[in-house]
C-alpha cells in the first residue's frame, strides 16, 4: 500500500508540476487541464478530483493575484462585479449536481460528462479569443481604455455562467470568463485582462472549493503533491514564458482540451459514442485532426482579413496591446 500511495502521489506532483508551468506560459486557467489530467491518472473519483484542484487553484492563483494587485494590473471594480455574480454561483453548483441524485456512481456519471463538455467549451472560446485578437489587430482601430464603463447585467451574467462552470467542474475561471472579458470590454490591454481576470478567480475558486469540501470532504494524499508540484511549476513557466513561441503553446492547448473533452466524454459513456465500449482511434483521430487542421483554418481565417497565411503578425503579437498592423501587407514588428 506505501508503495502505491508513494507512486501516486508523485504522478499527481508531476503532473501539478507539467500542467503548473503551461499555466504559467500560457495564463490558462489550470482546471480546463488539471482535472482531465488527475481523472486520467486515477487518483480519485471526479468530485474528489475537482475538490482538490479547486482547492490547489485557490492557493496557487493566490500568488499571482497578489503580484498583479501590487502592480496596479487588475481593474478591481470590474473584478468586483464578476465575482457578485460568480461566488454565489460557485457556492451552489455542487449542491445543484448532488441535489439532481444521491448515488455516487451516477453523480461522478453526471460530473465526468459535465467536465467533458466543459473542456469542449473552453477550446472553443480559447480559439475564438484568438480569433477576436486577430480582428482587433486587423481593423487598427483598438482603442485603450483599462478603465472602461461597467456593463453591470452582462458582467454579472459571465461571472454567474463563469461560478457555476466552475463549481461544478473546475473549468472556467481562466477560460471562459477571460473570452468573455475580451468581448465586453475590448479595450482591456492584456496585462489589465489577466490581472482582472486573475483577482476575481482567487474567491471564485475558493468560494467553488469551499462548497465542494462540504459536500465531499477532501482528500489530503491529492491534494499536498498537487500543491508541491504545481506552485513551483507555474514560477518556472512564469520564468520560461518570454523565451518559448506562444503560438505552438496556444495551439496544443486547444488539441488536448478538445482531445481531453472528447475522451471524458467517450470515459463516461455518453450515449452518442456508446455506453459499452471506449474508443482510443476515434480520440486519438480528433486529435490528430484538430492538429492538422486548425493551423490551415487559421491560415484561411487570416487571409480573410487580408494578411499572409502564415508569418506576421504572431498571436503573440497579435495579444500585445502595443502592436500596430503596418499598412499594404502589414509591417513585421521584431519583438525579439
Request: aromatic share 6%.
Given at each position: 500500500?506505501?508503495?502505491?500511495?508513494?507512486?501516486?502521489?508523485?504522478?499527481?506532483?508531476?503532473?501539478?508540476?507539467?500542467?503548473?508551468?503551461?499555466?504559467?506560459?500560457?495564463?490558462?486557467?489550470?482546471?480546463?487541464?488539471?482535472?482531465?489530467?488527475?481523472?486520467?491518472?486515477?487518483?480519485?473519483?471526479?468530485?474528489?478530483?475537482?475538490?482538490?484542484?479547486?482547492?490547489?487553484?485557490?492557493?496557487?492563483?493566490?500568488?499571482?493575484?497578489?503580484?498583479?494587485?501590487?502592480?496596479?494590473?487588475?481593474?478591481?471594480?470590474?473584478?468586483?462585479?464578476?465575482?457578485?455574480?460568480?461566488?454565489?454561483?460557485?457556492?451552489?453548483?455542487?449542491?445543484?449536481?448532488?441535489?439532481?441524485?444521491?448515488?455516487?456512481?451516477?453523480?461522478?456519471?453526471?460530473?465526468?460528462?459535465?467536465?467533458?463538455?466543459?473542456?469542449?467549451?473552453?477550446?472553443?472560446?480559447?480559439?475564438?479569443?484568438?480569433?477576436?485578437?486577430?480582428?482587433?489587430?486587423?481593423?487598427?482601430?483598438?482603442?485603450?481604455?483599462?478603465?472602461?464603463?461597467?456593463?453591470?447585467?452582462?458582467?454579472?451574467?459571465?461571472?454567474?455562467?463563469?461560478?457555476?462552470?466552475?463549481?461544478?467542474?473546475?473549468?472556467?475561471?481562466?477560460?471562459?470568463?477571460?473570452?468573455?472579458?475580451?468581448?465586453?470590454?475590448?479595450?482591456?490591454?492584456?496585462?489589465?485582462?489577466?490581472?482582472?481576470?486573475?483577482?476575481?478567480?482567487?474567491?471564485?475558486?475558493?468560494?467553488?472549493?469551499?462548497?465542494?469540501?462540504?459536500?465531499?470532504?477532501?482528500?489530503?494524499?491529492?491534494?499536498?503533491?498537487?500543491?508541491?508540484?504545481?506552485?513551483?511549476?507555474?514560477?518556472?513557466?512564469?520564468?520560461?514564458?518570454?523565451?518559448?513561441?506562444?503560438s505552438f503553446i496556444r495551439r496544443g492547448i486547444v488539441v488536448v482540451l478538445?482531445?481531453?473533452?472528447?475522451?471524458?466524454?467517450?470515459?463516461?459513456?455518453?450515449?452518442?459514442?456508446?455506453?459499452?465500449?471506449?474508443?482510443?482511434?476515434?480520440?486519438?483521430?480528433?486529435?490528430?485532426?484538430?492538429?492538422?487542421?486548425?493551423?490551415?483554418?487559421?491560415?484561411?481565417?487570416?487571409?480573410?482579413?487580408?494578411?499572409?497565411?502564415?508569418?506576421?503578425?504572431?498571436?503573440?503579437?497579435?495579444?500585445?496591446?502595443?502592436?500596430?498592423?503596418?499598412?499594404?501587407?502589414?509591417?513585421?514588428?521584431?519583438?525579439?
Amino acid at each position: 500500500m506505501a508503495d502505491l500511495v508513494t507512486t501516486a502521489a508523485l504522478s499527481i506532483l508531476v503532473a501539478g508540476f507539467v500542467v503548473g508551468i503551461v499555466v504559467g506560459l500560457t495564463g490558462m486557467g489550470g482546471g480546463a487541464l488539471m482535472t482531465p489530467a488527475l481523472l486520467f491518472l486515477g487518483v480519485g473519483s471526479p468530485a474528489v478530483v475537482v475538490t482538490a484542484d479547486l482547492t490547489a487553484a485557490a492557493i496557487y492563483k493566490t500568488g499571482g493575484a497578489i503580484v498583479h494587485k501590487r502592480e496596479g494590473s487588475p481593474n478591481m471594480r470590474l473584478a468586483l462585479w464578476l465575482m457578485v455574480g460568480s461566488i454565489p454561483m460557485a457556492l451552489l453548483g455542487p449542491h445543484l449536481v448532488a441535489w439532481f441524485t444521491d448515488d455516487t456512481d451516477q453523480l461522478n456519471h453526471v460530473l465526468v460528462i459535465s467536465i467533458g463538455f466543459a473542456l469542449l467549451l473552453a477550446a472553443a472560446t480559447y480559439a475564438l479569443r484568438l480569433y477576436v485578437n486577430l480582428r482587433r489587430v486587423r481593423s487598427g482601430t483598438h482603442v485603450h481604455d483599462d478603465d472602461p464603463r461597467i456593463r453591470v447585467v452582462p458582467t454579472l451574467l459571465v461571472g454567474m455562467l463563469g461560478g457555476l462552470l466552475v463549481g461544478i467542474t473546475s473549468v472556467g475561471s481562466g477560460s471562459v470568463i477571460m473570452i468573455a472579458l475580451l468581448m465586453l470590454y475590448p479595450g482591456l490591454s492584456a496585462v489589465k485582462l489577466v490581472g482582472t481576470d486573475l483577482v476575481q478567480a482567487v474567491p471564485l475558486v475558493l468560494a467553488a472549493a469551499i462548497s465542494n469540501i462540504a459536500l465531499h470532504g477532501i482528500d489530503w494524499e491529492i491534494l499536498v503533491p498537487l500543491v508541491l508540484g504545481s506552485v513551483p511549476g507555474t514560477i518556472i513557466g512564469s520564468m520560461l514564458a518570454p523565451r518559448v513561441p506562444q503560438s505552438f503553446i496556444r495551439r496544443g492547448i486547444v488539441v488536448v482540451l478538445t482531445m481531453s473533452g472528447v475522451a471524458l466524454l467517450d470515459k463516461s459513456g455518453w450515449a452518442p459514442l456508446g455506453e459499452d465500449e471506449t474508443h482510443p482511434m476515434l480520440i486519438a483521430g480528433i486529435g490528430l485532426a484538430v492538429l492538422v487542421v486548425l493551423p490551415i483554418v487559421w491560415g484561411f481565417l487570416r487571409k480573410q482579413q487580408g494578411l499572409p497565411m502564415f508569418g506576421s503578425p504572431t498571436i503573440a503579437e497579435m495579444e500585445d496591446p502595443d502592436y500596430r498592423p503596418g499598412l499594404v501587407g502589414m509591417k513585421k514588428v521584431d519583438k525579439t
